[in-house]
DNA sequence: AATAATACCTCAGGTTTTGATGTATCAATT
DNA sequence: AATTGATACATCAAAACCTGAGGTATTATT
């Protein structure tokens, strides 16, 4: 049967992770100044101890998306027969990470004060 | 030209509040025990001094499916000549609200986490 | 030889939101 | 008396994003 089990269904299974995965490719690269896209559903898994799984069927789209608007470009090398294709920012995919990381401040801001009761995450 | 420019457009741009709304709804409903549609908007305008606007073309229909899925109940009460639908948790609706809470948490420890140079909102 | 991991991809269908628009009542102003 | 603004509900097409499934192919492990 092939591979028909080839992942566990990564299951966040909240919606509020809508949104937040452009953010998430962005800060990565804004660290690691260059990756591809297999490289970051690890990274993913990695520093969240295996709770968050990034979906390929959302990943390769949003980063062909950022690279449509400038945020990213791309360079393709080859390891062994094996495509890779690197990621990086470029200077507007910068200033937009810096943007955007604000704009989740604000969320979790705006969040404590409609759900008073803290979340004291310091 | 009527009301055209009824609202200055509430603008919060960002695709992280997507999820995010129906949370909210819960979450004030656990506080005030009922509230109607256009109270939940002056509501969450107040409590965060009008940087976050609820989109009314958003508000109705998530309050018409929290019902639906029976999380919600509603009341309609006539004030002078004018319907007012108050909402209210079910019990089911008061368990959902302590689960959804629980993944904000995670949502944020999540990118706390990824975006490690931290979030810090004590 | 088969399986698992690496590495890219697409696409139908689902949910949620945006932005526009519609209707009507009531209070305040002109 | 008439208009505006606030209150209060609603719908809907299009946009945005994601899920879950499927596809292809190489390399490493069993």
């Known amino acids: 049967m092939y591979q028909l089990l080839r992942y566990i ?5 909240s919606q509020l992770y809508k949104g937040s995965l452009s953010l998430i490719i962005l800060k990565l690269l804004e660290e690691n ?24 069927g959302a990943l390769y789209p ?5 690279e449509a608007e400038g945020l990213l470009t ?29 704009e989740l401040t604000d969320f979790v801001k705006h969040m404590q004060l409609l759900l008073n009761p803290k979340l004291s995450l310091g």
Chains 1, 2 share one sequence.
Do not use: D, F, S, W
């Open 9 to 13: 269904c990564g299951m966040n299974n």
């Open 33 to 56: 100044k260059r990756m591809y896209g297999y490289e970051i559903t690890q990274k993913v898994k990695e520093q969240t101890n295996g709770e968050l799984v990034i979906n390929e």
């Open 62 to 66: 949003a980063l062909h998306k950022l």
């Open 74 to 102: 791309v360079t393709i090398e080859q390891v062994g027969n094996r495509p890779r294709k690197y990621y990086a920012l470029t200077e507007k995919g910068e200033a937009e990470t810096t943007n955007r990381l604000e």
